[in-house]
């Protein structure tokens, strides 16, 4: 009871929320150790509507923008070696910095909100996407590019018909593990806007219960799965010659 | 005040936020922040950190060698670290909070949870990664397996293995923050209780976040840099 | 082929690479001339500059001072991706493109200059024929094909355009001495139909000498020192590099390059089965008589063996010689091994026949060593893919 104490000074959690745990006349979802209630899922399905379309639309948009300027910034560093350093330095400390301390970082300058989630969310994407880029471009075999350029193929046509095509493989990996970690950390939303599953977690400064956390969750990570799958199929669709096998 | 002054007053304020007391409405007299107050947060936060690390290090890490060196599961490990990432940290925290109770020893073992994934998947990597010749070369000189995976794989996959270890660290410090939500007191305490802390507190709470897992990911990176043999380092570069 | 092929002459002029503040230029000065439709082999060691003098020609290396000329142009006259898509390239890995299939990749060249689709595919199913290859193995991917599958296909690609000039960099180098041969020798037979203008690059003297019309043989410091025939190089080397370069066997090798029937053979005086003796004795008494013994033929001329004195002495001509026939060769040998079945018979002739087993003359040591010492085996010199080869 100390901790619930402590919890209750903290602000954390509204105070009333603990007069009602003794009562045993109480609905399933108000007695914190029943773990699912299952009418009550039933019933309130319809209220994750909404919220899982605005999760939804944060990641969509958070990777969007993510791989949009992970990828230019990674053709930029394939031209200019002098630029690598920097870039991977540069995206992992974007990575590094908790994404719920990012959110309040720039809070000053864009303020409560949807943007402000999305630009930490995709600047949290550029490091992974990043890299694989530049490692799928480097397992181009040297081979195929000198036959390409003695063949007569300027430095973009190279690039562009032979070198990105065949680092699609490790973007597109890039890719999922970036839709995975920021389909998690979009729970994180709620403490900047009121948007997203966070919301059916954390709602209004107080945790909410079980239940409700745990529809929460599993909705987040059956997109997430859903979401990997997707890429999966799109890397294999474009990419039939690793399929072939050798003769 | 322009687009610019704004923001610059606000960092200002946090500044003086983080190293002398303020007023504060709620507490009634009592002053909030401080430097003795940020130091006491992030000892905090650094102590929850770095036991869940260390808990994470103490199940992952041999199983991880251990899986590597026998070169079983390999389907399963990389499964595994890609369902890590997709864990919601907040759901995590908010049911062992709800269901398995408050407080340091219970959200210790949750965020242990985060960190084992990439441990364990970039354990098994690095064994995996490890010259079969070199180990074929160690065993025909009369190491036995234990030393096997003490002497030759665990220096030799270092490098991928200590990646590991930061992306874990990454995710334990970055969950820590919301820890008062579990009743552990963290420097997240700044940024959830923006009407005790005022907004001055919120944006130093976020800096010192910030900072802190800068900091810790540079000293793994450190620590990487001296752990890692001369001869892997020249291969690498 | 669907177009009347083409070939251009190649030109160096005092051409010269020199890298940065090296003392010495990657290629000093290089002047030599390559006819159309010939095959050029440039050979030396290791650091020669033959490789660079190669890629001067499509400006993979960029030309420090003097020209180079194809049919009359300097490869300067146009940028270099559109120069590059006019000549044919292949490397030693040959650098298919593991994401497109066979037929794309050998496209690859038609596409860039715009070529419709049925033209290209057209031309794609054409060159597979060419090279010998199943038309089904087009829609494969390179990484379903062997090493020498793929290093055809790295030929065909460079033919596709039907360029003016073939530049390949040891191309056969990381293949298997067997497929190796087998590879030159199907090179050669399409160079027979093609007949393109080639650049060939290679370390291997005896690869050299198989392939060039002409070979040109440098040294360190990118120096031309010898450009001949095969034959003239191995007669005649120009230095002490050459001779060294080229072997201590180069009168072997010599050997390698022609056939028994390109030269004058000796004729033995004939005797029939059944024909007086006193017949064979009047011609074996004769004064320009080359061979001191006759040889017992058939009806057919077909050779049955040696007449020894013996025989002779008897009235008519005996159905079953004295000395057994030894090593019968056949115009069509290559007169390396002609050489290896006389020293291997220890017998100092050997009959000779035609297609049809038909004695056609008579091959001794002596004519060998004749024909090695002597400078008129120049005539005989054929282009290298008229060359005894597989």
């Known amino acids: 009871m100390g901790d619930v104490a402590l919890l209750a000074a903290a602000g954390e959690v509204g105070g009333d929320f603990f007069k009602e745990r003794d009562s045993d006349s109480l609905p399933c979802q108000a007695q914190p150790d029943h773990l699912f209630c299952f009418d009550w899922a039933q019933e309130n399905i319809d209220r994750y509507g909404t919220p899982t379309l605005q999760h939804f639309e944060i990641v969509a948009l958070s990777l969007l923008f993510g791989f949009a300027v992970a990828f230019a910034l990674a053709l930029l560093a394939h031209r200019n070696r002098w630029l690598r350093p920097p870039l991977l330095a540069g995206t992992g400390v974007l990575y590094t910095i908790p994404s719920v301390a990012f959110f309040f970082l720039l809070l000053p300058i864009t303020g409560r909100g949807r943007d402000t989630a999305i630009i930490v969310l995709a600047a949290y994407t550029l490091q992974i996407i990043y890299r694989n880029t530049m490692v799928g471009l480097a397992n181009v075999p040297d081979a195929a590019k000198t036959a390409a350029r003695g063949m007569g193929m300027s430095e973009r046509q190279v690039l562009w018909r032979i070198e990105l095509p065949l680092a699609v493989p490790e973007i597109v990996a890039g890719l999922r593990i970036a839709s995975l970690s920021t389909m998690a950390i979009a729970t994180f939303a709620v403490f900047i806007a009121r948007e997203g599953l966070g919301t059916q977690i954390y709602g209004q400064g107080n945790l909410t219960f079980p239940t409700s956390i745990i529809i929460a969750a599993a909705i987040v990570i059956a997109m997430a799965l859903a979401i990997d799958a997707i890429l999966l199929s799109v890397q294999r669709l474009l990419t039939p010659w690793r399929r072939a096998r050798p003769a | 005040m322009s687009a610019f002054q704004l923001p610059l007053a606000s960092f200002g304020g946090a500044i003086e936020f983080i190293f002398t007391p303020q007023s504060s409405n709620v507490t009634g007299g009592e002053k909030v922040g401080g430097f003795d107050q940020v130091v006491e947060l992030t000892l905090k936060q650094l102590e929850v950190t770095l036991l869940a690390l260390a808990l994470a290090l103490v199940v992952a890490l041999p199983l991880g060698l251990y899986l590597g060196h026998k070169g079983k599961g390999e389907l399963l490990l990389v499964g595994l670290a890609n369902a890590g990432r997709a864990i919601p940290e907040l759901a995590l925290i908010a049911l062992v909070a709800a269901v398995i109770g408050v407080g340091l020893l219970n959200l210790t073992p949750a965020l242990a949870v985060l960190g084992i994934p990439p441990i364990l998947t970039n354990a098994f990597v690095g064994v995996r990664q490890v010259d079969q010749a070199t180990i074929d070369a160690a065993r025909g000189m009369g190491m036995s397996e234990l030393e096997i995976i003490r002497k030759v794989e665990l220096p030799l996959a270092l490098p991928t293995l200590m990646g590991g270890v930061r992306l874990a660290m990454i995710a334990i410090v970055a969950t820590a923050t919301i820890a008062p939500l579990a009743g552990v007191e963290s420097l997240g305490d700044f940024i959830l209780n923006e009407s005790v802390y005022g907004s001055d507190g919120v944006l130093a709470g976020a800096i010192l976040i910030a900072l802190l897992a800068l900091a810790l990911e540079g000293a793994l990176a450190l620590l990487q840099r001296r752990l890692t043999s001369d001869g892997l380092k020249l291969k690498t570069s | ?390």
């Open chain 3, 1 to 390: 082929m669907s177009e009347r092929p083409q070939a251009s002459p190649v030109r160096y002029e005092e051409a010269t690479k020199r890298y940065g503040k090296a003392a010495e230029p990657a290629v000093d000065r290089l002047t030599l001339e390559v006819p159309a439709g010939e095959i050029c082999v440039l050979v030396g060691p290791s650091g020669c500059g033959k490789t660079t003098a190669m890629k001067m020609v499509n400006r993979t290396v960029e030309i420090s001072s003097g020209d180079v000329l194809i049919g009359g142009a300097s490869v300067r006259d146009r940028s270099p991706a559109q120069l590059r898509r006019e000549i044919g390239y292949v490397i030693q890995q040959v650098g298919l493109f593991p994401h497109r299939t066979v037929s794309e990749n050998i496209g690859t060249v038609p596409q860039l200059l715009g070529w419709e689709k049925e033209r290209t595919s057209a031309r794609a199913e054409e060159l597979l024929a060419l090279i010998g290859l199943d038309p089904e193995l087009g829609d494969r991917y390179p990484a379903q094909l062997s090493g020498g599958q793929q290093q055809r296909v790295g030929v065909a690609r460079a033919l596709a355009a039907d360029p003016l000039v073939m530049l390949m960099d040891e191309p056969f180098g990381a293949i298997d001495p067997i497929n190796r041969e087998r590879l030159q020798n199907e090179f050669l037979r399409l160079q027979a139909e093609i007949r393109k203008t080639v650049l060939f690059v290679t370390h291997d003297i005896d690869e050299a000498i198989k392939m060039g019309d002409r070979i040109a043989v440098m040294r360190e410091g990118g120096r031309l020192e010898q450009y001949a025939t095969p034959a003239e190089l191995l007669m005649a080397p120009a230095t002490e590099f050459v001779e060294d370069f080229v072997g201590a066997d180069r009168a072997l090798k010599r050997l390698a390059l022609i056939r028994v029937r390109d030269i004058d053979l000796w004729e033995a005086p004939l005797a029939f089965v059944g024909q007086a003796t006193a017949e064979v004795r009047a011609k074996l008494a004769a004064p320009d008589v080359e061979v001191p013994y006759p040889l017992l033929v058939d009806g057919e001329r077909r050779p049955l063996g040696w007449l020894s004195e013996r025989d002779l002495t008897a009235e008519i001509v005996p159905r079953e010689p004295d000395s057994p026939l030894g090593p019968v060769l056949e115009l069509e040998d290559v007169m390396r091994d002609a050489l290896a079945d006389l020293l291997q018979g220890q017998s100092q002739y050997a009959a000779v026949v035609d297609g049809e087993g038909r004695i056609a003359g008579v091959l001794s040591v002596e004519i060998i060593s004749e024909l090695l010492g002597s400078p008129g085996a120049k005539s005989e010199e054929r282009p290298a893919t008229e060359r005894p080869h597989g």
